[in-house]
Structures are given as structure tokens and as C-alpha cells.
């Protein structure tokens, strides 16, 4: 009914920058709290932030002011602009959000990963 695509991931250098998407798509009426997590070889998923509707972000200390979440409501997309890339920010990472269907169903649907490898 609802998925979740992300695109964006790739190798960059320490000190580099990317910038992933997410676009959401289906039988959608409306899409509350938006995310992104990412999760490390070996390691459990972690939050990287979120955003409301309404546009006001959240960020985990690990990624305060380097990463920066923003979204298009009118395109069903979130963006995580992550710039002073280091090796420690390799990992797969995923778009999460909370979306109601047009059956006035609230799903908490996941992307399926992108990865995002930084080595020099």
C-alpha cells in the first residue's frame, strides 16, 4: 500500500558530503513524524533524527550540526543533508515514517536502505 525509497547513498571521502532522499508513494492521505536511522556493521539500528509535519527537526548529539533533516510535504520526500562526513557515519541507513492511508489506516512503514560508505 505505502512504501518508502531511498536514494542519495554512495562512497565519499572524510570531510565529504551527501545528501539522501526519501520519497513515499501509495494510497497515501497524509505522512506525520518522518526519520532516519542508520546501522552500522555489527552494531543495532540507531535514530540519526526526525521531523513533524510541520517541519520541526530533531537530531541526535552524534550528528548535531553536520546533519540536517528537511522535508517536501507536497512531494512526500525527506531529505538528510549530511555534510563533515566521518568514517564513523558508514552505514546502511533508512527512511522511517508514520503514514495514513486513504482507508484512514496509520502505518509505521521502513525504506529499504541506502548505503552511505565513507573512506578515504
Known amino acids: 500500500q505505502v512504501q518508502l525509497v531511498e536514494s542519495g547513498g554512495g562512497l565519499v571521502q572524510p570531510g565529504g558530503s551527501l545528501t539522501l532522499s526519501c520519497v513515499a508513494s501509495g494510497s497515501i492521505l497524509s505522512i506525520n513524524d518522518m526519520g532516519w536511522y542508520r546501522q552500522a556493521p555489527g552494531k543495532q539500528r540507531e535514530l540519526v533524527g526526525t521531523?513533524?509535519?510541520?517541519?520541526?527537526?530533531n537530531h541526535v548529539d552524534s550528528v548535531k550540526g553536520r546533519f540536517t533533516i528537511s522535508r517536501e510535504n507536497a512531494k512526500n520526500t525527506v531529505y538528510l543533508q549530511m555534510n563533515s562526513l566521518k568514517p564513523e557515519d558508514t552505514a546502511v541507513y533508512y527512511c522511517?515514517?508514520?503514514?495514513?492511508?486513504?482507508?484512514?489506516?496509520?502505518?509505521?512503514?521502513w525504506g529499504q536502505g541506502t548505503q552511505v560508505t565513507v573512506s578515504s
Open positions: 521531523i513533524t509535519s510541520g517541519g520541526s527537526a
Open positions: 522511517n515514517a508514520d503514514v495514513r492511508t486513504i482507508a484512514r489506516v496509520t502505518f509505521n512503514v
